[in-house]
């Protein structure tokens, strides 16, 4: 027939009658529908005989559409698709074909469903016509011919609807047939429409040839007898594609600009498709199949229509004639299809079910934190060509996933072939801390390890706990799964851009602890206000009388009122003791082996030129009868000196006025092996008021001892303690995080030593450094220490990091030279036990330095310190962080450096604290009285030069509120979370353990020799795991 009555007729066909009672005819309609009353058909119904996927839906980086919320560029999100034919049960019959597709991997509901099938039209646009078309097209009518000559519309929609023997699902053109509303972002109402089409672009096949068309109802439900493909075949043709590999497609959006009072209806007729010209196809998400679904499941996933985002809607129907109507059809329909797959699975297994049980543990964690839940849990098993449905656990009318329980759970499914992930969902609001995840296969006994450790919000994905490198992953599966994790990663774990903190280490975006990712929070509040705690100390000790009193006592014995509030607690017997000998030379030189900063010290191998000691002013305090320059070259004679603090202001308000000198020390090793100081001056430039103070100047030479202590105690709190200990540390810690998958081995050896760095380092940033502060409130740098932290950073060199390597570098390695010099010994002891132990790990999983440069995860944690967390600033030196490592060597030299840092060297600048500056003329934190520039210094001006009583009571409530172990420790060499999970490096755990238990009895054995102050601050059984306080 001619174009022209060809139109006419089509236009003829859509001119509706009125109803009256439209609406209610609509609505017994869908009842007859959903009931499959209409059709009287003795069809299974469409879609029942299908073949299901799961697999994500990644919206396109750089949309051609508006955007909205859920149509977010880049935004990822789990799917199920299910792929079917239209009317027949068999595959060989030429039908249309059909996709859904489930923005969710549940059975139902979930933020969008998408319903389509091939055709850019279809053969029906309301409820009435549905009717007619579903009657015409039962097999056993006669009816099609007919249908086809009423109208070119019905006759256009067949055709387009039909595929006979296309070669597979994946290749055909899918269009959603129904019209959208569409209020993106930008407020504007659109109308839209959707198609799915292979990702490949390959041709679609299957399309009718002219003679087919010619005579399209004769097609319909008819096999041609000598046909010898298998009813099923599209359905097995597309569970092997899938099990070869991944299966793609590309769901695009076509937008209308809509103008309701002026569009015509036809725009709403899914018998009207919209001009390509006018209105574009664009690329909306990346649609990829990665796993099949049991049939079961697929059977058992429902699709409805009404699941869709904010932005999308339907306009309403009014009458069973509205183009609209064919939604409600579309959704009744389906919901009539889902009772029969219900019926049709109804009390049946999986074929060939497999049982498995399921161990999981919730974690223990601090009383004041609940890590169980009460809410729904599932877990879906992922393999290399399957997955398992999303499988309930829990026991009725029993809590399950408490606080350490473990419970062990059986389910049934279909065998999963070389089982990859597993998928924990949590469906509610509780918070919920899982631990070790344990999988059994009963059938084959096989058990695999999934290590959690983690906060499960809603969903994670784990994967089995063997560490493995990036370049020798086998699955692309886990190639992706952990790409993803990285990726995840750089958005939680984000770079601080605070402009205040330039010229810092760099450390996490963060606005207070509690804003910090979960898993890297502290999990007991009792610990994370530093604040609180010193208040709390004040008022709990009774030291909140001191803090408004700015005078000095009159006697130094007078500052033991404060300490001794403490009671007669671990280390009080080292306090009082100090009370006694703190005037003492020899105790002088101890501490500075053996207190609170033992790495200040170095070998002095040439007086420096502005400290103008001579050997007749040194000759009587040295003891073997030979020359300075003699001793000096022998290597006896160490140096302390403090020149970093020239040009740091110190804290000067009012009555609150402190002191700091920026000495040098010499101190000598007499022949008995003691080693004592010989000289000071307390500044750096020498000059008439700045004379060279020796124990031969009375309560000077005592006094200039307080000033060298007084400095030390700048340095030992703001670098070796918090800029080398803590700010450093982060500055590695965070690329942890951003750079290595949780799969990764140097990540597996990490994690623990650096779970908590963040989390007290952002405590520290928020307490410590403002003004204010509890710096402000103790030290004599207080209200610069931004200022002197910056400068110290500056100086920072790796190598302080590498134990050894330090020593060598200070030359203070000799033990001959220099004895009891219990930090390097029990330090080292340490040391060689962690190289051991990361070389035997690191060992397990790279062979060879070529294994390190091909790394590109390990090489990209490196160069994330290189950039941002050590960064060179403006006017640094260069810090020594390379920016890849070359060599095995390198990696396993600086894992060892961190996690000796992390464990034994602030064990030994914090830990100490207490012991040592309790008693405050031991260890002033300030000066009350300038620096004496004439040798005239009596017993009173050593008393008023003290701390007052405000500074030593605040620094003594600070050193309770840093110096102290928590409840629940973990201690060095203790692994409660088992991220390695193969037997091997399980057994370097246990030999590593081993090896610090015998540096513990050495120690021990050790210390019982030593008549007073026994080095206890590096016993492993005393040195916790990770930087926590």
């Known amino acids: 027939m001619g174009e022209e009555v060809f139109e006419a007729k089509k236009i003829s066909q859509f001119q509706f009658p009125s109803r009256r009672f439209g609406k209610a005819a609509l609505a017994l309609d869908m009842g007859k529908l959903k009931l499959g009353l209409l059709t ?35 935004q990822t999100y789990k799917v199920r698709m299910r792929h079917g034919n239209f009317m027949s049960t068999d595959d060989a019959i030429a039908d249309g074909r059909t996709m859904a597709i489930k923005f969710d991997d549940v059975d139902k509901g979930g933020p969008f469903d998408i319903t389509l099938n091939t055709g850019r039209v279809a053969p029906f646009c309301n409820s009435p016509s549905f009717i007619a078309f579903g009657k015409a097209t039962n097999p056993n009518s006669k009816k099609a011919e007919k249908f086809a000559y009423e109208s070119p519309a019905n006759y256009q929609g067949l055709v387009e609807l039909l595929r006979r023997f296309p070669e597979s699902y994946s290749d055909q053109r899918y269009y959603a047939q129904v019209t959208y509303t569409y209020t ?72 209308h600009e809509w103008d309701p009072d002026n569009d015509p209806d036809f725009y709403f007729s899914a018998m009207h498709y919209w001009d390509q010209s006018l209105h574009p196809w664009m690329d909306l998400a990346y649609v990829t199949a990665t796993a099949l679904l049991d049939d079961i499941d697929a059977q058992k996933t429902s699709f409805d229509l009404h699941n869709h985002p904010a932005s999308l809607g339907f306009v309403k129907a009014k009458n069973q004639y509205d183009y609209n109507s064919v939604i409600h059809v579309r959704n009744a329909v389906n919901s009539a299809n889902q009772r029969t797959r219900r019926r049709s699975t109804k009390g049946k297994a999986p074929v060939n079910t497999v049982t498995y049980m399921i ?29 398992s449905p999303a499988l309930p656990l829990g026991s009725p009318f029993y809590n399950d996933f408490e606080s350490s329980d473990t419970h062990v759970y059986k389910v049934d499914t279909q065998p999963i072939e070389e089982v990859l992930m597993l998928e924990i969902e949590r469906k509610g609001e509780d918070d919920w801390h899982v631990g070790m995840i344990k999988l059994v296969n009963t059938e084959n006994q096989a058990e695999l390890d999934f290590p959690c450790y983690r906060w499960v919000s809603n969903k994670v994905t784990l994967r089995t706990g063997a560490a493995v490198l990036a370049f020798n992953e086998v699955h692309k599966e886990l190639r992706q799964h952990r790409q993803k994790e990285i ?48 208040l709390a100390a004040q008022t709990q000790y009774g030291l909140a009388e001191f803090i408004e009193d700015f005078e000095t006592w009159d006697r130094p014995g007078k500052y033991v009122e404060l300490y001794e509030r403490f009671g007669e607690g671990e280390g009080m017997t080292i306090v009082n003791q100090l009370t006694e000998s703190w005037k003492d030379d020899e105790e002088f030189g101890r501490q500075f082996l053996n207190a609170v900063n033992p790495a200040q010290i170095q070998r002095c191998t040439a007086l420096p030129e502005n400290f103008p000691v001579s050997n007749e002013l040194m000759e009587k305090f040295m003891t073997r009868g030979k020359t300075l320059e003699e001793e000096i070259e022998d290597g006896y004679v160490y140096i302390l000196s403090y020149e970093e603090l020239e040009g740091i202001p110190r804290m000067n308000k009012g009555e609150d006025a402190r002191y700091v000198a920026e000495p040098v020390c010499l101190l000598y090793v007499r022949a008995s092996g003691v080693i004592v100081p010989i000289a000071i001056q307390l500044h750096q430039t020498p000059g008439e008021t700045n004379p060279v103070w020796t124990p031969d100047d009375g309560w000077g030479w005592v006094l200039a001892k307080l000033h060298v202590k007084a400095a030390d105690t700048q340095m030992h709190q703001m670098y070796s303690h918090l800029l080398k200990t803590h700010f450093i540390m982060e500055g590695f810690a965070v690329p942890v995080m951003r750079q290595l998958p949780s799969v990764h081995p140097v990540y597996k050896l990490l994690l623990p030593h650096i779970r908590h760095t963040m989390a007290i380092n952002t405590i520290a940033r928020h307490t410590l450094l403002p003004d204010g502060g509890i710096i402000e409130q103790t030290l004599a740098i207080g209200g610069s220490q931004v200022q002197f932290l910056k400068k110290l950073f500056g100086n920072f060199r790796l190598s302080e990091y590498n134990f050894p390597e330090n020593l060598q570098h200070r030359g203070v390695h000799d033990t001959e030279k220099l004895s009891d010099y219990h930090y390097r010994d029990d330090g080292m002891l340490i040391w060689d036990a962690i190289s051991s132990f990361t070389q035997s790990i690191l060992s397990l999983y790279y062979h060879g ?123 060095l060499g203790e692994y409660p979370e088992e991220h390695f999970t193969e037997e091997e490096p399980k057994k370097i755990i246990m030999e590593f353990r081993q090896e610090l238990n015998d540096i513990t009895s050495k120690i021990r054995k050790r210390n019982g020799d030593v008549k007073q102050f026994p080095y206890i601050y590096l016993l492993p059984e005393r040195v916790p795991n990770s930087i926590a306080i």
């Open 40 to 74: 009287k058909s003795k069809r299974t119904g469409t879609f029942v005989t299908s073949v299901g996927a799961s697999g994500e839906a990644r919206i396109v980086e750089d949309p051609q559409f508006p955007e909205d919320s859920f149509f977010q560029s880049g």
């Open 359 to 387: 161990s999981i543990s919730t974690s223990e964690k601090a009383v004041s934190a609940a890590t169980g839940t009460d809410d729904e849990i599932c877990v879906t098993i992922i393999g290399k060509k399957s997955r």
């Open 184 to 255: 993106p972002t930008d407020g504007k109402k659109r109308l839209a429409r959707f198609r799915v089409i292979p990702g490949d672009l390959r041709p679609e096949t299957g399309l009718l040839n002219e003679e087919d068309q010619e005579q399209v109802w004769d097609l319909i439900a008819s096999r041609p007898s000598d046909e010898q493909r298998s009813p099923s075949y599209l359905q097995d043709e597309y569970r092997q594609r899938l099990s070869d590999g991944m299966v793609g497609y590309t769901l695009q959006i076509q937008l």
């Open 487 to 534: 990726k995840d990663r750089h958005a939680i774990y984000k770079w601080n851009t605070n402009k205040l903190y330039e010229g810092f280490p760099g450390f996490i975006q963060e606005d207070g602890h509690d804003t910090l990712p979960r898993d890297i929070q502290f999990s007991d509040t009792s610990g994370r206000d530093f604040l609180e705690s010193f």
């Open 849 to 971: 330095d070529e294994e390190v440069r091909k790394d590109l995860e390990v090489q990209a944690w490196i160069n994330d310190v290189h950039d941002t967390g050590v960064k060179v600033w403006p006017d640094n030196q260069d810090h020594g962080i390379p920016s890849s490592f070359e060599t095995f060597q390198d990696l396993q030299q600086l894992v060892t450096s961190l996690i000796f840092n992390a464990t034994c060297q602030h064990a030994a600048v914090n830990f100490t604290q207490l012991h040592y500056y309790a008693f405050a003329p031991n260890y002033p934190s300030a000066m009350s009285a300038p620096p004496p520039t004439t040798k005239d210094v009596t017993f009173e001006d050593m008393v008023k030069s003290l701390p007052s009583k405000a500074t030593a009571a605040n620094m003594l409530t600070a050193m309770t509120a840093v110096a102290r172990f928590s409840e629940d420790e973990i201690w």
